[in-house]
């Protein structure tokens, strides 16, 4: 692997230029006028970092990159994604075997040097196939024209056994810091935090665990080291022997960055990635329940020092009703807090959305939630996510087996959604929609022309209201079903109009 190309990876985005010399003097002082509003521009630089996909034999793991036009994007540039060793006992990088299979994978051992995965050029999807529990965690890096809003997804299915069923995840940038309300360490579940390191050196990181009662004492969370270039899965229950339903784990890089992504399995109930949550706010949005969920569970955490009081309200297809029974969530400081909504949406689209009752206090929030019955139930989650923005791209779609969902919750919205062409053909079209306030829409998203192969879907706000969405996929399996929340896909970055000033270095 060229290691100065990977230490060069951009948490999200590099900014795309700098065009002049900043004045630093005000303008009354100077005599120059203001600099003008902040221009966006494509970013430059993309990095992501996706899991490695299961331990099952029996997995089946899709991975699909796309990078949608941007206007003003460079005409050149590369993006590929490559292996992230699993970390071993003795401290060997551990690279396996990636049983490749179909477009877009070599087929031979994946290793460091070789790449996974290689996009074809903006606006079209590239998908990729493996099998088995020996896939590594990929490394993807960006640049030029592949880096602005550059998406991947990964997508499992797996027929039998703990967390069988129907498991997707965005490939995410590094950080320094994860919320994941939602995790476990009950009997039924094994729960893992993957931690990827895509730097040259390596990362240390505390994973915190918080629960009912507060704080976890869990000293092999702390001062954990990722090695450059690398991989690692912690199992939770590892790090505490309480047994507890449901947790809030931290993830805090003390040096370097990661990218968290915790893996929750059930040995009944299916199971599925759960996404970091957005940052703590005192209001949060959790788009995309699905109409037939048979259970939803709200799961918030509040990391400040005050309690924190929470009004629970659904955005129906007919506007914000509050749910009988549930209509607030005290959430104590440090605290784990949870509440069962039971089948919430009853046959419509809703999302939920929380605001605080009276003072504002940062919370994180996720969604547990569960469609089918008894030996037929399947698991996916909703993190509380940040709006649409600019732009959200959601790979790896289809006709028959995805649903779009788009919330406003305070303000009517009106956006645009393009269908891209197809991985093996197609053309693309787009679809303007308008959303009431209030409330969600499951959208009739558009189809490529002729669409042969997966797709990716665009989301573009057309006005400034808060716009979020989610993207649910199914599979042939009755009741298999993942969640992907939609938040900024980070192709756009603002950067100020600066004029030259040479009066500067007269003073």
Not at 69 to 90: C, F, H, I, M, R
Not at 103 to 129: C, I, M, R
Not at 276 to 300: F, H, Y
Not at 430 to 441: D, L, P, R, V
Request: with cysteine; glycine share 10%.
């Amino acid at each position: 692997m060229n290691r100065t190309t990977l230490s060069l990876i951009a948490g999200t985005t590099a900014l795309a230029a700098v065009t002049a010399v900043a004045a630093l003097a005000t303008p009354s002082a100077s005599g120059t006028p203001a600099p003008g509003a902040a221009a966006q521009l494509p970013v430059q630089r993309t990095g992501l970092l996706c899991p490695a996909p299961s331990v099952s034999d029996i997995a089946d793991t899709t991975y699909t990159s796309f990078t949608p036009v941007t206007q003003g994007a460079p005409s050149s540039g590369k993006a590929q994604l490559q292996a992230a060793p699993e970390q071993s006992a003795d401290g060997t990088d551990g690279t396996q075997q990636s049983k490749g299979k179909g477009k877009g994978k070599s087929g031979k051992k994946t290793t460091a040097d070789q790449p996974a995965l290689t996009p074809k050029a903006p606006g079209t999807p590239v998908t990729g196939d493996t099998s088995g529990a020996d896939t590594p965690a990929l490394i993807g890096t960006a640049d030029g024209k592949f880096a602005p809003g550059w998406t991947v997804q990964e997508t499992t299915e797996i027929a039998a056994g703990t967390g069988r069923g129907l498991q997707g995840v965005t490939c995410t940038p590094a950080d320094t810091e994860f919320w994941f309300p939602g995790a476990s360490t009950a009997a039924s579940r094994t729960d893992y935090v993957h931690l990827t390191n895509p730097d040259d050196s390596a990362a240390v990181v505390d994973v915190e665990l918080y629960g009912k009662n507060g704080a976890i004492k869990s000293p092999l969370g702390e001062n954990l080291t990722v090695k450059p270039h690398s991989s690692e899965p912690i199992l939770l229950s590892t790090l505490t022997d309480e047994h507890q339903d449901d947790l809030t784990v931290h993830v805090s890089v003390r040096s370097g960055r990661v990218g968290a992504t915790v893996q929750a399995l059930d040995d009944k109930a299916g199971g599925d990635w759960l996404a970091a949550a957005a940052d703590p706010a005192g209001s949060l949005v959790l788009p995309g329940i699905p109409k037939d969920a048979t259970d939803v569970r709200l799961i918030a955490f509040t990391p400040g020092d005050a309690d924190a009081d929470l009004k629970i309200r659904l955005a129906s297809p007919d506007g914000l009703i509050t749910p009988a029974g549930n209509e607030e969530l005290h959430v104590k400081s440090g605290m784990t807090t949870s509440a069962d909504l039971g089948p919430l949406t009853r046959g419509e689209a809703g999302s939920l959305v929380l605001t605080p009752t009276d003072q504002s206090v940062p919370v994180v929030a996720a969604l547990r939630v569960v469609r089918g019955k008894g030996a037929n139930q399947e698991t996916a989650f909703i993190p509380a996510t940040a709006p649409v923005g600019a732009r959200a791209t959601a790979a790896d779609n289809s006709a028959k087996n995805t649903t779009l969902a788009l919330t406003a919750p305070t303000a009517t919205a009106k956006v645009k959604v393009t269908a891209s062409a197809g991985s093996d053909g197609g053309t693309a079209v787009s679809k303007t929609y308008t959303i009431k306030a209030g409330t969600t829409q499951d959208i009739d998203a558009p189809v490529p022309s002729g669409a042969k192969g997966t797709y990716a879907l665009t989301i573009e706000p057309l006005t400034t209201t808060p716009l979020y969405a989610s993207r649910t996929l199914t599979s042939s399996d009755p009741s298999g079903f993942t969640v992907q929340t939609l938040p900024n896909d980070r192709g756009l970055v603002s950067v100020p109009r600066t004029s030259e000033d040479l009066s500067i270095l007269q003073k």
